[in-house]
């Protein structure tokens, strides 16, 4: 799938898929950092192909964000930028509230693992599929 | 049991003083009931007193917030308050900010109740209706006697520490605050009901007020600008020296319509800033810089535009109502339209 | 479809020599569930353990909640695809054991989810203080997958749900109750001046403990479909859901799907309840767009005159349902949300991640931010080790004591969004 582009704080994303595919990993990111560098490609063009609240883990629960984007750039994708501007602000309203905890290895390996699979399964729904 | 202390805050018009005239009057303290202070006193009975009265000019307030605050501070902490009451201000927009301003700052500095009371569309209601109480009022100040015993019920409630009812109960502005609550029916159940009575064409009532889309679309881009006579509005509070319209510098209520014929920039001799919300040294320098005459002219001449319309329109941004904004709007467009301008710089700040 | 749903009273619970049902007791041999549960291998350990309401007992960390059902007669068995061959289901005659629920408990990542207390401030909370319930605390073998520890906890729930069900095949119900939907042109001349309305079921979709099932076929993969809805009645819709345990939809909210049950109150009298489209929340942006205008088109299809729109979870999952309920709107009908808030700690931020002005009717299931105080109870089934991971808990939550100081996510369906509670929130 050379058509897209993996944006991630998430090193079992960088590990697992980094031979395959194209990984953006920054692994002194934020949750929220990530989500404005995925704002900041949208505005320079790409395409959100993922939503970035996915999984019910809430932003100040889990550190781990993978997010794809497509590899091309096009005309401003409205409804994209959209979406990231929410998932934003919503991220900033519940880290607002209460900071992400300290987690032990083993959660935080567990929450890598949740967005790892979550997005691994928005992948393979992709393969093949037209993404405009 | 000693009566609560309560300090009553009030502008130049209710202290007064006087009107737009004395609206830069810096704050002052006067012990007791001043003006409305009376209706208050009676309203808040045997279990508080009006103790002091600080006065304070809406324009003095607008453009020294910070001072003022620390200044109305010192004054207020003289009384040693244990409420503090601000308004009402019924439609007055600096004067709802100011209200907003210093009650929610006396709240956090002394951590005593504080209460005000404004109209809807006063701009304060949307900046502070989140962090504090603000009752609900009509128009103007002859609904005095509707509001002035709302507000000292209210507060004496919070000084007590008893239960806040819901807006409709005690009659503030909603503060777009959720709180949970066990309804009588399950939520399915709810829905189904509003279900139905939606395919009736029945009045229905969400439980959660999506925010508000108010989006105007726009035209489609200007074929070719070069052939379009163009107009500068602003919202960044360009005006003649002196202010002769007397646009205000905040919760501005009118607008101005002013000649720039034959000139190529603005010259800070013959115009000034009345905006409130930015600090304005550099561009009373260099009016210019919220209104691009040299720039624009500049544009004229070298054909980038087709033309320049001769006036720009000009009121302040900072702290006016949607409403009155809407209005300005839909005003001077028409003038627009009848002058032949196909399209409109918009400069905020 | 026709359904008789026949509904056995539970009133308590006990250990006995054979697991059965007797004037509303329901007697369980608890060996014969660990040793049906001990057929997986990849299962260590099981304990059985009683919960009943009003007692000082707090549950966690709960995985899934299943309500013990048979299928007396008619097509197919409990949970088909799953546990069961795949044979559809949805007719004929199903005893319920009500009142009592089989609960599975275990830790399978290190975030745990769900807390039950059958007493005190926070029981009112979740619907299962006041159930008698059979709790499965499962231990898996050393260093199992996390994959294959969900399916294995998933399948254990299913399997034990239905062995105890078992128990009220030949039972005299209290109550029998009758759902019928007939097929589109039938129902539809039978009360031909009635509205027409569908009910939009938003299924969970995204992977690893966010997972739903219909007929054993994962959510995920599915485009939109339609169910007869005493379909769910029998299992076809199943949960591996285990995330943010406030609106996590668990078996049992699938089995007694409040939007649908009370739909059929109202049948026939002002509105004709067609049926359920089911749809996902998938996290690939293109599967909302096709999953959205695929709903759209048995809206109009369907001829549909309103529909209710139920989600699960929150972020994505809004998305979804504002994309649904603006293509329903296009479609023809009048539509009404039920969805839970988060509007942060203070109640003043935007509840949902995303908004469309077609969303102009929507039912809350309150604020799930909303922090309560769970006083120790004297007995834990399960572990509290894990309170500080869970969803909703915080360090410094879990105190020395026992007692905990947590968000309201934290409790099983505190704020399921498909209308099950009547927590709701209102704007102050």
């Not at chain 2, 509003?194 to 439980?207: A, F």
Request: hydrophobic share 40%; aromatic share 8%.
């Amino acid at each position: 799938m050379t058509n897209i582009v993996l944006v991630t704080n998430n090193s079992v994303v960088q590990e697992k898929f980094g031979e395959k595919l194209d990984v953006n990993h920054l692994p002194q990111a934020t949750y929220l950092e990530t989500l404005e560098v995925v704002r900041d490609k949208i505005h320079a063009g790409h395409k959100l192909l993922t939503h970035p609240l996915s999984g019910s883990v809430k932003p100040n629960d889990t550190p781990y964000k993978t997010i794809v984007i497509s590899k091309a750039k096009g005309t401003l994708d409205y409804d994209g930028l959209g979406i990231i501007e929410e998932s934003m602000a919503s991220a900033q309203k519940f880290i607002a509230g209460r900071k992400t905890p300290q987690w032990t290895d083993k959660v935080k390996a567990d929450f890598r693992l949740i967005d790892f699979t979550i997005i691994s399964t928005a992948i393979n729904s992709m393969d093949g599929k037209f993404i405009g | 049991m000693s009566k609560l202390r309560v300090v009553h805050y009030i502008n130049n018009f209710f202290a007064g003083v006087g009107g737009e005239e004395k609206a830069d009057i810096p704050p002052q303290a006067r012990d007791g009931v001043v003006g409305p202070g009376l209706a208050l006193s009676k309203a808040l009975g045997e279990e508080a007193e009006i103790v002091g009265t600080i006065i304070c000019g809406d324009s003095y307030f607008g453009e020294n917030t910070k001072s003022a605050k620390e200044e109305m501070l010192k004054l207020i902490e003289m009384y040693n308050p244990d409420i503090f009451v601000a308004g009402p201000a019924f439609n007055a927009g600096r004067y709802g900010f100011a209200c907003g301003e210093m009650a929610t700052f006396i709240e956090e500095e002394l951590q005593i109740p504080v209460v005000s009371a404004m109209y809807k569309e006063n701009p304060g209601v949307d900046m502070f209706k989140r962090d504090m109480h603000i009752i609900e009022t009509e128009i103007s100040a002859a609904d005095m006697r509707n509001a002035v015993p709302k507000m000292a019920k209210l507060v004496l409630k919070l000084a007590k520490g008893e239960e806040v009812g819901s807006p409709a109960e005690e009659g503030y502005h909603e503060r777009g605050i959720r709180v949970n609550y066990f309804h009588e029916k399950r939520g399915s159940e709810r829905g189904v009901g509003l279900l139905v009575k939606k395919m009736n064409g029945e009045e229905c009532v969400t439980e959660y007020p999506m925010p508000v889309f108010d989006r105007v679309d726009p035209l489609p881009a200007v074929a070719d600008i070069t052939k379009v006579k163009v107009a500068i509005v602003t919202s960044g509070g360009i005006v003649p020296q002196g202010n002769p319209d007397r646009i205000e510098s905040s919760s501005a209520t009118k607008y101005g319509i002013y000649d720039i014929s034959g000139m190529n920039d603005l010259s800070a001799d013959d115009f000034m800033t009345v905006h409130g919300g930015y600090d304005r040294a550099f561009v009373t320098e260099n009016p210019n810089l919220v209104v691009p005459l040299d720039v624009m002219r500049e544009m004229e001449q070298e054909g980038v535009i087709g033309e320049l319309a001769n006036y720009f329109v000009t009121t302040t941004g900072t702290g006016t109502s949607v409403g009155n904004a809407k209005g300005f709007g839909e005003h001077f467009a028409r003038k627009l339209v009848e002058d032949g301008v196909g399209a409109v710089i918009l400069t905020s700040t | 479809m026709r359904l008789e749903l026949g509904k056995i009273k539970i009133t308590d619970v006990q250990p006995g020599e054979v697991t059965k049902v007797e004037n509303g007791t329901l007697f369980v041999n608890k060996q014969e569930l660990i040793d049906l549960a001990m057929k997986d291998d990849r299962i260590k350990g099981v304990k059985v353990e009683f919960a009943r309401p009003g007692e000082s007992v707090r549950i966690a960390p709960v995985k899934d909640v299943i309500e013990p059902r048979v299928k007396v007669s008619g097509t197919g068995a409990m949970f088909p695809g799953m546990i069961n061959k795949v044979k559809t289901v949805g007719s004929g005659r199903t005893h319920a054991l009500v009142g009592a629920n089989v609960i599975t408990c275990g830790k399978i990542v290190g975030f745990q989810e769900g807390i039950i207390d059958m007493s005190g401030p926070t029981a009112k909370y979740t619907p299962f203080s006041e159930t008698f319930n059979v709790c499965i605390v499962i231990e898996p073998v050393d260093n199992l997958e996390t994959h294959d520890y969900e399916q294995a906890a998933r399948l254990a729930g299913l399997k034990i749900g239905a062995l105890v069900g078992e128990a009220g095949r030949n039972v005299e119900p209290d109550e029998v109750v009758v759902y019928e939907t007939k097929p589109i042109a039938e129902q539809t001349a039978q009360y031909p001046n009635l509205p027409k309305v569908g009910y939009i079921h938003m299924l969970q979709s995204q992977g690893l403990l966010h997972d739903t099932f219909y007929y054993g076929v994962d959510a995920k993969q599915m485009v939109p479909t339609f169910m007869y809805p005493t379909e769910i009645m029998d299992g076809a819709i199943t949960s591996g859901n285990c995330v943010a345990p406030c609106d996590k939809v668990t078996t049992f909210h699938h089995l007694n799907n409040p939007v649908i049950e009370d739909l059929y109150k109202r049948h026939g009298k002002d509105l004709n309840f067609i049926g359920v489209i089911l749809t996902n929340e998938n996290v690939f942006l293109a599967d909302k767009e096709r999953s959205s205008d695929m709903v759209g088109k048995f809206v109009e299809f369907l001829g549909l005159d309103g529909v209710i729109i139920t989600e699960e979870g929150y972020g994505n999952p809004d998305t979804d349902l504002m994309m649904n309920c603006k293509k329903s709107t296009e479609a023809g009908a009048k539509v009404v949300l039920i969805t839970d808030e988060f509007p942060g700690r203070d109640g003043k931020s935007q509840s949902l991640a995303d908004a469309v002005p077609e969303a102009d009717t929507l039912v809350s299931c309150g604020n799930g931010n909303v922090i309560v105080e769970f006083p120790p109870m004297d007995k834990v089934i399960g572990t509290l080790d894990y309170v500080e991971t869970m969803i909703g808990g915080y360090e410094g939550s879990l105190r020395k004591d026992g007692s905990i100081e947590a968000e309201i996510q934290i409790i099983i369906a505190s704020t399921i969004a498909n209308g099950y509670n009547t927590l709701s929130a209102k704007m102050y």
